[in-house]
């Protein structure tokens, strides 16, 4: 059983990463945008105001998985969120090539298929770290909110590595949702910031190069840092510098969007984490009110309500 404040954080990591995603979308594939010009949020076709966008889609199945009450670490679990990815990639206006490649190479709608379909798109262009998995990762987490802490996080570990590698087989993909997911885990339990410790449950080497990896993060603004946030290294570095760097969730998000590039998913992968830490409450009353995006269609409303109701249906009872 949550507290009220540990629920809150558990909603604001989902929440603050569908407002990240809705705050940059309008940015997406710019330059960088300095202080003093002000982020807004604002509708730019083919996304209306408020109008969230790939990232947090991908994050809904996985969401609405453990709303069910469906464990993460089954084969059938993720053959069914696949299957929703294959039927919102149909019409979705926008899908990054990666996945992309990786839905339309799945035979059969099977955990199996999926990585044997990464695999082959890794081995086609010889990389496939880009930022799509860490982008959804942030919902995997509330599944593993028990209180037996060994087992939990191992289990979490395991389960953002999986659900990563369903499109992306790269280490550095896996890597990222394993300690980005680990912190968003005790940012909703705690309140803390603790993504050093995470990165210690990565084996020795990878340890090593991931906290160099987040000395660079920390030393530069998100807009000083190289422009390849498409990778999701430099997405990851980009979102982490604007954490450290900001005083609040709001903050955060503008500091995300105005590293230019993939804003969208640079502040949805900050909100994630971020949101864990501030809640849900944090996140602007105006941006809230407009917030949005797939399944909404013009017969379904499906907004931050519903996705705190999913948060709600999740975590309860674990
Ligand atoms: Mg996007």
Not at 85 to 107: E, F, N, P, S
Not at 158 to 184: F, K, N, P, Q
Not at 238 to 262: K, M, P
Request: proline residues 4%.
């Amino acid at each position: 059983m949550l507290t009220p404040q540990q629920l809150d954080r558990a909603v604001g990591a989902v929440t603050a990463s569908a407002a990240g995603d809705a705050l940059g979308a309008p940015y997406e594939f710019h330059a960088s945008v300095l202080p003093p010009t002000p982020i807004t949020l604002h509708a730019a076709p083919p996304w209306e105001l408020g109008e969230w966008t790939d990232d947090t889609s991908m994050a809904v199945p996985i969401l609405q998985a453990l709303a069910r009450h469906k464990p993460l670490d089954d084969a059938r679990t993720l053959a069914a969120i696949v299957g929703e990815w294959i039927g919102w990639a149909r019409d979705a206006k926008d899908v990054g090539l990666q996945t992309r490649a990786v839905l339309a190479g799945i035979r059969h709608v099977t955990e199996d298929d999926a990585r044997t379909s990464a695999l082959a798109v890794h081995r086609k262009s010889g990389k496939s770290a880009g930022n799509g998995s860490l982008m959804r990762t942030g919902p995997v987490a509330l599944g593993f909110l028990g209180r037996s802490e060994g087992g939990e996080t191992d289990a979490l570990a395991a389960a953002a590595r999986r659900v990563s590698e369903l499109t992306h087989h790269e280490t550095d993909a896996g890597d990222a949702c394993v300690i980005w997911s680990l912190a968003i885990r005790s940012a909703i339990l705690t309140g803390a910031l603790e993504l050093r410790a995470a990165v210690s449950a990565l084996p020795v080497d990878r340890a090593a190069l991931w906290n160099a990896r987040l000395d660079a993060a920390e030393a530069a603004l998100p807009w000083e840092l190289h422009a390849n946030n498409g990778w999701v290294v430099g997405a990851l570095q980009c979102a982490w510098s604007a954490i450290v760097h900001a005083s609040s969730l709001r903050e955060t998000l503008e500091l995300a969007v105005r590293s230019g590039n993939d804003t969208d998913t640079v502040a949805a992968i900050a909100g994630s984490l971020a949101g864990a830490v501030y809640g849900a409450a944090a996140v602007p009353a105006e941006w809230v009110e407009v917030l949005h995006g797939w399944p909404a269609d013009e017969f379904r409303a499906f907004g931050a309500a519903e996705l705190a109701e999913l948060v709600h249906r999740a975590v309860s009872d674990r």
